[in-house]
């Protein structure tokens, strides 16, 4: 690529998948503990059935982590606000990202503080709602700014470069960069607004979302397809003296559409169904991997747990009120979601992030090759979210006891 071309790209999904008839397929049942995979109509359908680790060879993560940094009242670029992403960098240092300080911060392999670059404002090298960053060539840094809608691109030593509008944007929605990848292409999705009244009290909807892939330069987006977005719902609605108030907010064990993006191609789940789908950046479907999980059931329990947790975590009255219309007054789903989250780790493989039911105190991510054959599960401890796996350690934000925000790194141990 050519110094100061952009190469971008957004994704969109969500339909024809029962374009993948049986017809013509051919069929390879495989053998225990390996996948069974077949190809409809030009389409990968991958049906697992068993891990491929051994239980001597699963991975794991490492119990405490080689690097943390993150305090309540220490050095000011040790105190983080709102982490939004990470990459680690060539060097063994890594950048993390700041939704609440509007800032990028470079620490060193040993966690030395090297520089901070941004701050609040509408200017160039200036946030307003940072949430996306990826490392690139020679370490160079793309960012995301969704409040803005643009795409920044910094040097290795933090200084600002250049900056360009997200591509293939129209009126009438809201795009959201999933993914930039390293070559400065974009994944995003785009909330389609819905017309029409608005929505009746304690109506589950789920608009359109469609990911799209954009190409710096280029007006149009390509479209990977439609996909149900968030599961919301309308909570409160009261007439003020500015206009109307509308309260909305997640129903029980809410669905959600995931996405997870390399150079190769994009992964897509809608939770409410045991599978993720593959499409190559030109928007053509090119596998369908089964997820081999078993459904969990929705109940009394489960529901008084979650009635629980969000009781304690309320801070007055209104918000109270309604955890308690959420979960007694909402309809509940017979079973939780399949998933919550896909990330693709550095060499290709795909982690997919099980439901994390309420009481649970760990989170499982089951691991899944480029081809979607299910290696295992990796457990992670409560609180502890990826913004990067590499080959061998995970890049992290942790929350502890108190909600102070640290970055860990910890070994991704393979026997």
Request: charged fraction near 25%; aromatic fraction near 8%.
């Amino acid at each position: 690529m050519k110094a100061g071309t952009w190469t971008a790209l957004v994704v969109m999904a969500w339909s024809g998948i029962a374009a993948c008839g049986d017809g013509g397929s051919t069929v390879d049942e495989g053998v225990a503990g390996e996948p069974g995979v077949r190809d409809s109509a030009g389409v990968r359908i991958v049906e697992n059935r068993a891990a491929a680790w051994p239980v001597d060879a699963a991975w794991r993560l490492a119990d405490s982590p080689r690097l943390d940094i993150g305090s309540l009242d220490g050095p000011e670029a040790t105190q983080f606000f709102q982490i939004s992403d990470g990459a680690s960098l060539s060097d063994g240092g890594f950048v993390v990202s700041g939704f609440g300080s509007h800032d990028l911060r470079r620490f060193d392999s040993d966690g030395g503080h090297v520089w901070t670059a941004g701050r609040e404002g509408d200017g160039p090298g200036e946030f307003r709602g940072l949430m996306t960053m990826a490392a690139g060539p020679g370490d160079t840094l793309l960012t995301y700014d969704f409040r803005q809608r643009r795409i920044s691109r910094w040097a290795p030593d933090g200084t600002f470069v250049d900056a360009r509008a997200l591509e293939g944007v129209e009126e009438g929605g809201f795009p959201f960069v999933q993914t930039l990848l390293p070559d400065g292409r974009g994944v995003y999705s785009f909330l389609h607004f819905p017309a029409g009244d608005l929505p009746p009290i304690g109506e589950v909807r789920r608009d359109r979302l469609e990911i799209r892939v954009a190409t710096p330069g280029d007006t149009a987006a390509v479209s990977l397809g439609e996909f149900p977005g968030t599961e919301r719902v309308t909570m409160r609605q009261s007439e003020t003296s500015s206009g109307m108030r509308m309260i909305t907010g997640s129903p029980p064990f809410a669905r959600v559409t995931a996405t997870a993006a390399d150079p190769a191609g994009v992964w897509i789940g809608n939770s409410d169904l045991p599978r993720v789908l593959r499409y190559d950046l030109e928007g053509k479907l090119v596998a369908i991997v089964q997820l081999p999980f078993e459904p969990v059931t929705v109940t009394p329990d489960l529901v008084a747990r979650a009635l629980a947790e969000q009781l304690d975590e309320a801070e007055d009255d209104e918000e109270r009120d309604l955890a308690r219309q959420r979960w007694e007054e909402l309809p509940l789903p017979e079973s939780l979601p399949w998933f919550e989250e896909l990330v693709v780790d550095r060499i290709g493989n795909l982690w997919v992030r099980a439901y994390q039911a309420p009481g649970d105190e760990s989170r499982t991510w089951h691991v899944f090759t480029a081809g979607g054959s299910w290696l295992g599960a990796v457990e992670f401890p409560d609180r502890l979210s990826p913004l990067e796996i590499g080959d061998d350690f995970v890049l992290a934000r942790f929350g502890d006891e108190l909600d102070v925000e640290h970055v860990q790194i910890r070994e991704l141990i393979k026997p």
